[in-house]
Structures are given as structure tokens and as C-alpha cells.
């Protein structure tokens, strides 16, 4: 049986702000019969473009009910600007957390409000569309809401992105295109917040290696892999770089000369100007 | 407060003969059966004793009868050791709606090699006996399909299956862990050759389980290191709850028209009164063809988590085939098999009951599920749409 903190029964049994306002400024509908929960959000502002009234529909197990009723206390009575700012985080905070693989009714929330709110500004016109591509086609996620649930709740495993948005929960194809994003937002951060060292100081080993990698990752790897090639680093031996071509590469009759005028000359620009580079075989 | 028991085929009450007869076994009969002292003599005697009760139950001779740890151990051992035991076939045959005992067994060797076929069912959860004469071959070491289906209580006729898979030369077996005291059963005269069965189906104790081996069957041992169980399961024995699955076994053949007079009566009554009263609700699975103490109810446009937990309030306990309360994201593979639509699937509900329920009882369902569906259905968004 889930564990449910108090709040999150209370807001099940006793959910507030149940219904549909007349006459609503802005609709919002998110989910399906067939994802096993749905909600619709309907909300009215007063004249200060303050909203007013606000009310939920929910098909869903106790934690979407909750995560629902949480949200229209959460927004009553804020700006439209202020309730955008809303996250799925603050509606399972609210509630006192959530079992992980519920995250997912917390999302709804959010993606019901935002939906909402989009209707809201293009006059009740627009209905809400999936913003980017379908990743997962089970459940119909996209990978901008992918990305935005990695960044908002700083998740780092696939069986987490399954918990908050159910991509990769039915048949399970998805996962590696999963699994691509979180790495290509995770490298993105460790950009951020890791000081590269630079060419010119005085590198300690493992700056020096650190700085060997980035500079095949991005400078050498791409242009081998325009022709079918690719590269791996083996090792480093102070000046001396062993790297090993795979692919096109491997066997190819320029090879030599791609050691040389690509690779050494790259590592030369970019890391230090008396590196040697020299050439793995493939049976050593 | 009162708990009110509708989840029988998840376990079941142990009665209480069946504990008077176990705990001497944890005081003062401590004895190994195996030992040269007639202080574990007496014990041997008892599991003697035990395994003539299961046998007479089953309709086999007791030296069919194997003890394990339970239905998903008897599961595994009959799939594995069979394919052990016939090494140039590599080919299995099940069905979708088993139990994932036999299921995830299946997938895991389907991961080796082997070839699995699993057989579909029509919407009323019955199988395609033609089907099955059609994928069962030499090549085929074992075939798996389940007596009566846990989440409906679907029967699968098993003698017509088992004429079927005898001129083949594969290995029958069938996961009978809900058939069990609950449908009369007669191994002598069937071409059954593995047969699973689970203590606590039954109102015995938990973690005890048998697998009946019929005379002449090739399936390796499933666990080695001792004499006991023929050699084919060694370590010694759990003494207390193999006499207790015994006593279990003998309540069960007491009480067999019990359950197909009273307790079918009173299922049929809950059944009945819950479709009459429930706006949007439907019978999943065969209504003739089944288990006399399972019900399978859907109430569409509301979801089933919800649904359990108000009955929690109350007491009442089921279980639901929903996506919500399995932790996976899809609801319930037997529901799926059977295509019952998503709609109806997320609201499926399971009551299943026992000799030791009451009409007080079904009356108290009756009366305090109807307004928790419809105050459910005043959340859906989906029920004034239509």
C-alpha cells in the first residue's frame, strides 16, 4: 500500500474547489481516460486580474485528486504572472511529498495550469498543444516536457523521468532517447559549474586530462565523425596522448596524417603546445 | 474497526483448526523428521500424514506430492526443471494472463533462447483451443497455463487443454493456485503431469506451497543438498506449515460445496446488487465459466486507487487491476489480454470471498460502494461529457 502523508489523504477525501466555473476565463485540460488520469481546471479572474474562482475535475488515483485540490488553493487568488510561476515541486511540497513514482499526479497539476493559462491568453481560442517532439508515444510526452521536469526537479535517472511524467512507463522504447536527454542536460550543468581549466596555466594531471577529453569531445570527434569515423582517448603519459581511431578511421591510409594535422594539432591549440599524440593499433 | 475481507485470492485468513494443528511445531515438536530418534520420528509420521491429506484432495497418490515454499517457487521449479530435464526442446507455450510467476519465468528464459508462445484470450477471458493445437509441437518442452485466472476466476478447461498437449509429447503443467479448494479437482484421472497449489489460498499458512509431480514425469531437482522431497527439494522441511497446508487441504474438501452453494450465492448476490446500483459498471470475464468466489467488476470514469481507499475507510478490503495501485503505469495485463478498454480497466475492481464471509457483510458492501462511485464520478471530468 502507497504511503500517503495526512495532507494528501485529507485533500483526497475532502478535495477543495470541486467542479467547473461558469462561464471560466480559462480551461485547461491535460491527460486522458487511457493514461489513467486526466484533469480539467477551469478558473475566473476578478477585475483586478486577480483569479477569483477556481475549480478542478480529476480522473485519477488519490495522489492526482490531492495534487488537483492542492493546486486551486495554491493559485486562488494569485495574478496570472504569479500562478505561472507554480511548480509541480511546490504542489508535492505542499502535499507533504509524494511516493516517487507518484511525481507524475504533481506534473498534471502543473501542465493542467499552464494549459489553463494558455487559454486564457489567446481568448479561450487555443486549445493547448503538446509543445515539441513526441518521445514517448505510450503516454505522448514530449521531450521540452522531458527536459523542463529534469531541470525543475533536478532528476538523474530514466526511472526517475518515468516516476514524474510516465515517458518510458508502457512499452519501454523510449528509454534511450530518455536516458540521451538527461546526459545532454547533465553535461550542459557540469559545464556550468565546473571551472574548465584553461590552456596556458599550469595544468595539474588530471586538469590536463579533464581538458584532453573536452577538447576531442568537441573539437576533434565531430570532424572524424562527418566521415564515419570516431576516436577514444587511452591514455596520457605526461606530454604523450594514446589515442586509439575507431570506425572509417580505424585502417584508413590518411590515418597518419589525421593523427598528426587533426588530432595533435587540435590538442596543441587547445591544451599545450608540446603534445605528442600517438596511435593505438587495434591488436595492442 | 471491523475489517470486512473481499480479497481472497490475494490470501486468506489461516483457520483456526489449521493453527491448533501447527503450534506444537514451534514448542514442543521440534524434532527433524529426518533424524534415528522417535522424537523426529513422530514429526516425519506427521508430514506422512500432511501429504496424504494433499493427495486426497488432488485425487493423486501422496508420493506425487512435492513441498515447496510456495505457488511461485512450485511455478518456477515445474518450467525450469522440465526444460532442465528435456534439453533438445526450446520451445515453451503459455498463456497472457498468467500469473507472473509463470510469466516473468517465461520472459527470463525467453532471454536464454528459448521460444515462447503466449496464447491470447477473447474478451470474455476464455482461450482458442485451436490455437493452442496449432503452436503446441515436438519442440515444445513444457506448456503453462493456469487453471482459473486470479483477477475474473476465468476456468480454462485444463482436461480438454490436457488432451490436447498429451499427443504432443510436451510437459503439462498448470498453476492451480486459485482452483484449489475452491473447484473440485481429480488428478487420477487426468493427463495433468505438474500441477502448482499455494497455502495461503486456502486458508493454510504462507510460505508453503506444493507441486504435484504426476508418476513418470522428467523434471530435474530444483534445489539439491539433501534427501528430503524425493531429492528433488532438499533442505529440511518447514514442518509446522507442511502439517498446516494438510489440515488446510482437508478443511478445503470439507467445505468444497460450501463454496459452490453458499459463498456463490452470496458473490452472486454482491454481483448482482453492485451492477444494478452502479451507473457505468460491467462484469469482466466470463459470467458462466469461473471461480464461484470471484467477481471482477469495471465502473468506468473513475479510477481504482481512489476506489480502494474510500472502501478502506470502512474496512472493506479488495483490489483493483488499475495502473495507480500496482506502481506500473499500465493497468492490469489480464485486463489488457482481454481488451477491455482503458476506460473500464483503471476502474476495475476485484472481490473476491471466503467461506468465513457473511451476508452482513455483502449487505455492508451493498450499501457503501454506490455513493463512493458516485462521488467519484462528481470529480471525473469525463462523466458529464457524454
Known amino acids: 500500500m502507497w504511503e500517503y502523508t495526512d495532507k494528501v489523504m485529507d485533500h483526497f477525501l475532502n478535495p477543495r474547489n470541486v467542479g467547473e466555473v461558469e462561464n471560466p476565463d480559462g480551461t485547461g485540460e491535460v491527460g486522458s481516460l487511457a493514461c489513467g488520469d486526466a484533469l480539467k481546471l477551469t478558473f475566473k479572474l476578478d477585475k483586478n486580474g486577480k483569479i477569483a474562482d477556481v475549480k478542478f475535475k480529476t480522473f485519477g488515483c488519490a495522489s492526482a485528486i490531492a495534487s488537483s485540490s492542492v493546486l486551486t488553493e495554491l493559485i486562488k487568488g494569485k495574478t496570472i504572472a504569479e500562478a505561472s510561476k507554480v511548480t509541480n515541486k511546490e504542489i508535492a511540497e505542499y502535499l507533504g511529498g509524494l511516493p516517487e513514482q507518484k511525481m507524475h499526479c504533481s506534473v498534471m497539476g502543473r501542465e493542467a495550469l499552464e494549459a489553463a493559462i494558455e487559454n486564457y491568453q489567446t481568448g479561450g481560442s487555443k486549445k493547448h498543444q503538446l509543445e515539441g517532439k513526441i518521445v514517448c508515444t505510450c503516454f505522448g510526452v514530449t521531450d521540452k516536457e522531458i527536459e523542463r521536469v529534469i531541470k525543475e526537479n533536478n532528476l538523474t535517472t530514466v526511472e526517475q523521468v518515468t516516476n514524474f511524467t510516465k515517458a518510458g512507463g508502457g512499452c519501454g522504447g523510449c528509454k534511450p532517447k530518455i536516458q540521451e536527454i538527461i546526459d545532454s542536460i547533465r553535461g550542459q550543468k557540469e559545464k556550468q559549474h565546473v571551472q574548465m581549466p584553461q590552456k596556458g596555466q599550469k595544468l595539474t594531471n588530471i586538469q590536463k586530462i579533464s581538458l584532453i577529453e573536452r577538447t576531442i569531445n568537441e573539437q576533434i570527434r565531430p570532424a572524424l565523425r562527418a566521415d564515419g569515423g570516431d576516436i577514444e582517448l587511452v591514455d596520457v603519459e605526461g606530454k604523450k596522448v594514446i589515442v586509439a581511431l575507431r570506425g572509417m578511421c580505424a585502417g584508413c591510409k590518411t590515418a597518419e596524417f589525421t593523427m598528426k594535422d587533426v588530432v595533435e594539432a587540435r590538442l596543441r591549440e587547445f591544451v599545450c603546445d608540446d603534445i605528442v599524440v600517438e596511435e593505438q593499433k587495434e591488436n595492442q | ?386
Do not use: W
Not at chain 2, 536464454?112 to 477473447?122: A, K, N, P, S
Open chain 2, 1 to 386: 474497526m471491523k475489517t470486512i475481507y473481499f480479497d481472497n485470492n490475494a490470501t486468506s485468513r489461516v483457520a483456526p483448526e489449521v493453527l491448533e494443528v501447527m503450534l506444537p511445531l514451534f514448542s514442543e515438536l521440534y524434532g527433524n523428521p529426518s533424524s534415528m530418534h522417535s522424537f523426529g520420528g513422530q514429526i516425519a509420521q506427521m508430514i506422512k500424514k500432511a501429504r496424504q491429506q494433499v493427495a486426497d484432495l488432488l485425487g493423486c497418490d501422496s508420493s506425487e506430492i512435492i513441498f515447496t515454499s510456495g505457488g511461485t517457487e512450485s511455478d518456477n521449479a515445474a518450467i525450469k526443471g522440465v526444460i532442465e530435464a528435456n534439453p533438445q526442446k526450446r520451445k515453451i507455450v503459455t498463456t497472457r494472463v498468467e500469473h507472473p510467476a509463470v510469466l516473468s519465468t517465461c520472459r527470463e528464459l525467453e532471454t536464454l533462447g528459448f521460444t515462447i508462445v503466449e496464447l491470447g484470450v477473447d474478451r470474455q477471458g476464455n482461450l482458442d483451443l485451436d490455437e493452442l493445437k496449432e503452436r503446441v509441437d515436438a519442440n515444445t518442452a513444457v506448456v503453462s497455463i493456469m487453471y482459473a485466472n486470479n483477477e475474473t476466476g476465468v476456468i480454462f478447461p485444463m482436461e480438454k487443454i490436457a488432451e490436447i498437449v498429451s499427443g504432443s509429447g510436451a510437459v503439462l503443467h498448470t498453476d492451480a493456485v486459485q482452483a484449489v479448494g475452491k473447484i473440485p479437482l481429480n488428478l487420477s484421472k487426468s493427463k495433468i503431469d505438474l500441477l502448482s497449489l499455494s497455502g495461503h489460498k486456502l486458508h493454510g499458512p504462507k510460505g508453503i506451497g506444493v507441486l504435484y509431480i504426476k508418476k513418470g514425469t522428467r523434471i530435474s531437482p530444483f534445489i539439491v543438498g539433501g534427501h528430503q522431497e524425493s531429492g528433488k527439494r532438499a533442505g529440511t522441511e518447514n514442518t509446522a506449515a507442511i502439517v498446516g497446508i494438510g489440515k488446510a487441504c482437508e478443511l478445503a474438501a470439507k467445505f468444497l460445496d460450501d463454496e459452490n452453494t453458499r459463498v456463490k450465492k452470496l458473490r452472486d448476490k454482491l454481483e448482482e446488487e453492485i451492477l444494478k446500483t452502479c451507473p457505468d459498471s460491467k462484469l469482466n470475464g466470463d459470467k458462466k465459466n469461473r471461480l464461484p468466489n470471484t467477481t471482477n467488476i469495471s465502473f468506468e470514469f473513475v479510477e481504482g486507487e481512489a476506489i480502494l481507499l474510500m472502501l478502506d475507510k470502512f474496512g472493506i478490503c479488495a483490489s483493483s487491476g488499475s495502473a495507480c495501485t500496482s506502481g506500473s503505469l499500465e493497468p492490469s495485463h489480464v485486463m489488457r489480454a482481454m481488451g477491455v478498454p482503458f476506460t473500464a480497466a483503471h476502474g476495475s475492481i476485484r472481490f473476491s470471498l471466503s467461506r468465513y464471509n457473511t451476508e452482513e457483510e455483502v449487505d455492508f458492501l451493498i450499501e457503501k460502494l454506490p455513493p463512493i462511485i458516485n462521488r467519484l464520478r462528481q470529480l471525473s471530468p469525463f462523466v458529464n461529457k457524454k
